[in-house]
């Protein structure tokens, strides 16, 4: 009778063992928890360098400028990624398929999400160009308005730097939006940096001189006697660059559309790859399980 019992156990569970041999795909497994746990580590490094980025320029209670803070955006999508990375990894360890659900639709969702903005920007160009014009004059309005360079400001000089060009639309967005360049008749006589620009605009480059960008603008009413004496007002076409930001980056995506679109269908290939091995990985779980 014991023996009986037992070669009955060892055949139930032997035939659970082929069952999860022959319905368990190790490749589908081992690559969905290979590649959540490389995304997993990426978004860790993305929260880490948002989070020293925001806590070394004015911490976390600081909310001026939190909308347009880079450390912000890096955490954001940080997060996202943590918590996509997370469930895609300990769901196909453990083979759980509530833990597999979440990351299948979260990453159905963030798919959606993508194409849906895509399409926005495709045909509504107008309208975030504009959109990008407001933020980036939000931006300007909030550069070295602290003692600590911040990430936003960092940004800022690296686009202008990059794409050779200053302010939103133009470098006069500088005198207008931004209290450390306003220009007027009281401040150009008091401040060095008024009716200026961030050094970053200069043709000539930063390096070289830090107040290249100062004083090129001429306040309103300014004596013909006065802007005479700067004549950094006259050549200013050849001191700084003449063209807004929002265009010049516009006009560089639009230059490298096929750059860009590959790379882009790289990463909606992945995305459809997670999606698909998510659902079979579910699948073949569900079924084990019913086998059992």
């Known amino acids: 009778m014991g023996v009986s019992r037992m070669a009955t156990m060892r055949k139930s569970v032997r035939k659970q063992f082929e069952v999860r041999k022959e319905h368990v795909a190790p490749f589908v497994k081992f690559s969905l928890f290979i590649f959540n746990t490389i995304a997993w580590i990426i978004s860790c490094g993305l929260m880490a360098v948002g989070i020293y980025s925001r806590a070394i320029s004015g911490g976390f209670w600081d909310l001026s400028g939190f909308t347009t803070d880079p450390s912000v955006l890096l955490i954001g999508v940080g997060t996202i990624f943590f918590f996509v990375g997370l469930c895609g990894a300990i ?24 194409l849906i903005s895509g399409l926005c920007i495709y045909f509504l160009q107008a309208k975030v160009q504009e959109l990008a014009v407001s933020a980036t004059l939000r931006a300007i309005s909030q550069f070295q308005t602290t003692n600590k360079a911040t990430a936003l400001d960092d940004a800022i000089r690296e686009v202008q730097v990059r794409f050779e060009c200053c302010g939103a639309r133009h470098p006069s967005d500088w005198s207008r939006h931004s209290r450390y360049f306003e220009c007027t008749k009281d401040t150009f006589s008091e401040l060095i940096s008024a009716c200026g620009v961030p050094p970053a605009c200069c043709r000539m480059g930063a390096s070289l001189n830090a107040q290249c960008g100062y004083k090129v603008f001429a306040y309103p009413n300014m004596t013909q006697a006065l802007m005479d004496m700067y004549p950094r007002i006259k050549k200013r076409g050849t001191i700084i660059w003449s063209g807004g930001c929002v265009e010049a980056v516009f006009e560089w995506i639009k230059s490298n559309w096929l750059v860009l679109g590959i790379l882009c269908g790289v990463v909606i290939v992945i995305q459809l790859l997670g999606i698909e091995f998510s659902r079979r990985l579910i699948e073949q779980i569900w079924y084990l399980q019913t086998q059992l």
Do not use: A, C, P
């Not at 769901?91 to 993508?114: A, D, M, P, T």
């Open 91 to 114: 769901g196909s360890l453990r083979e759980n398929i509530s833990v597999l659900k979440v990351f299948h639709y979260v990453l159905i969702v963030l798919l959606l999400s993508e």
